[in-house]
């Protein structure tokens, strides 16, 4: 009891100490109460993440989904992992509307992400939201605008940033490891077997016009008839996805910039295609082939491809300095070697001078190292954290924003077929 009573006080020092954007503790146990909006493939998978990320600090006391199924499964996760069910909404304005709801975690498709961010905030809760922050340039900037006003804790999903792999590689750029950086290459590169297409996700064989809320999935998207695929592969159409751009290419770059330090590019020339999935049954509209080039006003590029018909290569971020080169390859591995200066030919001196040639390669397994198969638990953690008002989110609105931004650039630049070019200053895009 003293101890409970001592943790009340603590969560309320911490939250005053914080200042009025942290949590005022309450409830049973002072627990954080979160809604779960949206509970398909990545917020199914979430529900367990956080409980091993802050099951001492919050609980999930409200859900909501529109497919039913999705619903009642969280329900069962919800009972094994974390012992109790929570109340279930369609509609998440109602969730919304439930005032003993701390927090909530936004996992819907992103074309949603607007509308019910914004009324996250208007309702007063601290919100963790999926990338890509929004559906487009402008809809990201009234989300800043909306979390400035409300002074609300919100974290991005681009959980990169909280990998202790990735702090890793940026402090080894910070220790000069690599000397100066002038190119990045980055990547990812998938396959899917020939009966089993690219994004085509399954769709769950209960699926009905009757227990999908098709009306809700589509919100303010254009109007279109029920379509299963649609709805459960929503990510190959326009309407509601950046495709490969702002599902994938967003992290890369996100990530590229954390470890370089940068916030985003000046331009971005872009091209690609469906050249893959082209059966004719196939109406995908998103490329998935997709290459882009971008360049920085400090005299660096990054090139990145995308690639949905061959894994061979993997995924990985590669920072080629001057003096050496850090690699990220799957979120798992990192290594650094220092340039030999000989060509890559085994009949030639290491030619680097004495203080490169000191710097011994290296390589860490993030899962031996850290106990991480990625950033995402940690990425949690520091929400919660920053609800409880005992840490900063390392991904806010304006850091999510400038992910996004080289993922919009991109598909604007495949869109138009033209150089697209950031003017921060104006927050517009013209093109070349
Ligand atoms: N950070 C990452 O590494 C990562 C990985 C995968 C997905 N994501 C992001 O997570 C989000 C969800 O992706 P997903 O793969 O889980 O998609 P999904 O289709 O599997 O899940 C989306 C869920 O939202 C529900 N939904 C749709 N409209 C709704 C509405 N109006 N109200 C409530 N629920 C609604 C759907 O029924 C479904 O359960 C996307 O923004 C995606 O980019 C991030």
Redesign the pocket.
């Known amino acids: 009891m003293a101890d409970e009573l001592n943790r009340r006080n603590f969560l309320k020092a911490a939250a005053i100490a914080a200042g009025p954007a942290a949590i005022a503790a309450r409830g049973a146990n002072d627990k954080v109460n979160i809604g779960w ?7 199914y998978a979430g529900l367990d993440w956080l409980h091993t990320a802050a099951a001492n600090d919050v609980q999930v006391t409200a859900i ?4 039913q199924g ?1 619903i009642a499964r969280a329900q069962d996760r919800l009972q094994t992992v974390w012992g109790n069910k929570a109340k279930a909404y369609v509609d ?1 304005r109602e969730l919304l509307a439930d005032k003993s709801i701390d927090a909530v975690y936004i ?4 074309h ?2 607007h509308d019910m961010t914004i009324a996250a905030l208007k309702a007063g809760k601290h919100v963790y939201i ?3 922050l929004a559906h487009t340039i402008e809809e990201g900037y009234d989300i800043i605008k909306a979390w400035e006003q409300s002074k609300k804790i919100v974290q991005v ?3 990169n940033r909280s990998s202790s792999l990735y702090k890793k590689a940026k402090e080894l750029v910070q220790q000069g490891m690599v000397g100066d950086v002038h190119f990045v290459r980055a990547f990812w590169y998938r396959n899917g077997l020939p009966n089993e297409p690219s994004w085509r ?1 399954v769709i769950p064989a209960e699926a009905t016009p009757q227990n999908t ?1 098709w009306n ?2 589509l ?1 303010t998207a254009p109007k279109h008839e029920w379509d299963a695929h649609r709805y ?1 592969q ?1 990510r190959l159409y326009w309407d509601y996805s950046g495709g490969i751009s702002t ?1 994938l290419l967003v ?1 890369q770059t996100d990530i590229v910039n954390f470890m370089l330090s940068k916030t985003v590019p000046k331009s971005c020339m872009a091209s690609g295609g469906v050249y893959r999935w082209t059966d004719k049954t196939d109406d995908r509209d998103v490329p998935d082939c997709l290459s882009a080039v971008y360049d920085y006003s400090d005299k660096m590029q990054l090139n990145y491809s995308c690639y949905l018909g061959n894994e061979f290569f993997g995924y990985g971020e590669e920072i080629m300095g001057n003096e050496g080169t850090i690699r990220v390859m799957n979120r798992q591995d990192l290594y650094f070697e220092a340039e030999s200066y000989n060509a890559h030919r085994a009949d030639r001196p290491n030619r680097a001078p004495d203080a490169i040639k000191a710097r011994a390669a290296i390589h860490i397994n993030g899962l031996l190292e850290y106990k991480e198969s990625d950033g ?1 638990i940690n990425h949690f953690r520091n929400f919660i954290q920053a609800v409880l008002g005992k840490e900063q989110v390392i991904a806010p609105p304006p850091v999510g924003q400038q992910a996004a931004i080289s993922g919009h650039l991109a598909t604007l630049s495949y869109k138009n077929q033209k150089r697209a070019i950031w003017d921060e200053a104006a927050k517009k895009v013209q093109y070349t």
Not at 37 to 43: A, D, Q
Not at 107 to 110: D, I, K, V, Y
Request: hydrophobic letters at 25%; charged letters at 25%; glycine letters at 14%.
């Open positions: 909006i949206g509970v398909g493939t990545r917020g909501c989904d529109t497919y999705y998440y996992m819907t498709p992103e949603l992400h999926e990338k890509p999903g681009t959980q996700y809320d809700r999935f919100g459960f929503w599902d992290h995402a």
